[in-house]
């Protein structure tokens, strides 16, 4: 009679190293910062499946997630693990029919606020009670409105690889609020679309096109000379008005927020702000060389 402990004892698998992963921004604590993108991560963690949680997170944080690819209703990825081929996670959101998104769109679109933040990027706070009415849900919340797999050998669905994808969502939904639409089958153009043909038509008459202005009575006539007509005229000495420095470094990325599914090692606004200071800088030092240039 064999008990178990006569059996060998294999040390327990680590992941191969993964070079251009994608890297959670999330370093410690909680993924996600908005409320929505809690309530995704919320999902996953009402799943009880363990000490997966935190491997998923270490999966996510270390840059073991190869690709990420979202379309409407699924997320397909890659996740490096301990074989030399990644796994392959599939993760299927069940998608609302035509007639629920009839009903749910007519809805939020007698909601001028809830209009007004979806156009501002944000997820109003209340849109989940519109979901609630029409008797669905936004997110999933049944074991049928979402399903997983992976091609790991590990028996648990969801497995680590699955959790690390998760993670990873968690934090593009604070980027793109969009997303969870996407994954209920409609996409952030298809749905801003419907939102403005549903919106109500306004009682006043649209505005005149401004009239073209009118061209002056007196013009100086063109140069004869063909050479005098191609050739540069002077410029006014204050054609560059005040020329400084930039108050914000790196305003336009900024402006356009994070980038998705990001690879770097570093978050990447932190990696451009230095570059947008240094060009600003030699900018600035090129046109105080070419002031003084033309000034002597």
Not at 79 to 92: E, F, L
Not at 150 to 156: A, G, L, Q, R, V
Not at 158 to 181: M, N, Q, S
Not at 236 to 255: H, L, Y
Request: charged letters at 25%; one cysteine or more.
């Amino acid at each position: 009679m064999r008990y178990w402990d006569d059996y060998p004892r294999y040390p327990k698998s680590k992941p191969r190293a993964a070079k251009g992963g994608i890297k959670a921004q999330t370093k410690r604590g909680a993924f996600g910062q908005s409320w929505w993108a809690k309530r995704w991560i919320a999902v996953l963690e009402s799943f009880d499946i363990g000490g997966r949680l935190s491997r998923g997170r270490s999966y996510a944080r270390g840059g073991q997630v190869l690709s990420v690819d979202v379309d409407e209703g699924r997320v397909a990825a890659k996740v490096q693990g301990s074989q030399p081929q990644p796994y392959k996670v599939a993760i299927a959101v069940k998608a609302l029919t035509p007639g629920e998104w009839k009903a749910v769109l007519k809805a939020l679109s007698s909601q001028a606020l809830f209009v007004a933040k979806l156009l501002a990027g944000e997820m109003p706070q209340d849109i989940e009670e519109v979901f609630t009415k029409a008797k669905l849900s936004l997110f999933p919340e049944k074991k049928a409105d979402l399903k997983t797999d992976c091609s790991c050998p590990d028996p648990s669905n969801p497995c680590k690889h699955i959790a690390a994808v998760y993670y990873l969502l968690g934090e593009e939904f604070d980027r793109d609020p969009f997303l969870i639409f996407k994954l209920r089958g409609m996409s952030r153009e298809e749905l801003l679309k419907r939102l403005n043909d549903l919106a109500p038509a306004g009682d006043a008459a649209p505005a005149e096109p401004p009239s073209a202005p009118e061209a002056a009575e007196s013009s100086a006539p063109l140069p004869a000379d063909p050479s005098a007509f191609w050739a540069a005229q002077p410029l006014p000495e204050d054609v560059f008005g005040e020329v400084k420095a930039p108050p914000v470094s790196a305003a336009w990325p900024r402006r356009l927020g994070n980038f998705p599914f990001w690879r770097g090692q570093e978050p990447l606004l932190d990696a451009l702000e230095p570059v947008y200071a240094g060009g600003a800088r030699r900018g600035m030092e090129a046109f105080l060389e070419s002031q003084a240039s033309r000034s002597t």
